[in-house]
């Protein structure tokens, strides 16, 4: 179907735009997360201090805000980019604008959907973390390593 106006050509050049600008804000975040350390949360040494855990909830707390600031980057990005939408529309007819709302509209919800499963998978990370320095605070007397793992002394500790 052609469009008038060189809407296609419009809408790509918009979401390239958008695509630009959501790309520069996730590496961003990535780059942020990688100075974080995050890594070195796992190493079953270092859990068995409470300075390190205090370190690691800070660490977490930071992870909490980067991800707050990308997605109020990222919402913005979005509502910018469907206002671009709704005016390059505004220009076609009233068949084409319903048809293309409707397409628009189905592409935007599977975007959306799938940035909702990033937060809730990160969210759900960063919850799983906490849990694993609650667990080992509430039994760290019975808690030991032996340089490779952390052995517990109860095995009903972890269930």
């Known amino acids: 179907m052609w469009l008038s106006n ?20 996730m590496g961003e975040l990535n780059r ?6 995050l890594a070195e949360i796992f190493q079953p040494g270092l859990l068995l201090t409470a300075e390190f855990r205090c370190e690691v909830r800070g660490k977490l707390e930071r992870l909490d ?10 919402d ?7 206002a671009g939408v709704v005016k390059l529309l505004a220009e ?7 048809q293309q709302t409707a397409l628009a509209q189905s592409k935007i919800e599977t975007h959306l959907q799938e940035q909702a ?10 919850d799983a973390v906490e849990q694993l320095l609650s667990i080992v605070e509430a ?8 340089g490779e793992q952390l052995l517990f002394e109860a095995d009903d500790v972890l269930e």
């Open 6 to 25: 060189g809407y296609e050509r419009r809408l790509a050049a918009l979401a390239r735009v958008f695509a630009k600008a959501v790309a520069k804000a």
């Open 32 to 37: 942020a997360q990688q100075q974080l350390g």
């Open 65 to 74: 805000a980067l991800l707050a600031e990308y997605r109020t980057l990222h």
């Open 76 to 82: 913005r990005y979005l509502l910018e980019f469907n």
């Open 92 to 98: 076609e007819s009233a068949d084409e604008q319903a």
């Open 117 to 126: 499963q990033f937060y809730r998978l990160r969210r759900g990370w960063m």
């Open 139 to 146: 039994h760290e007397q019975t808690i030991s390593f032996d």
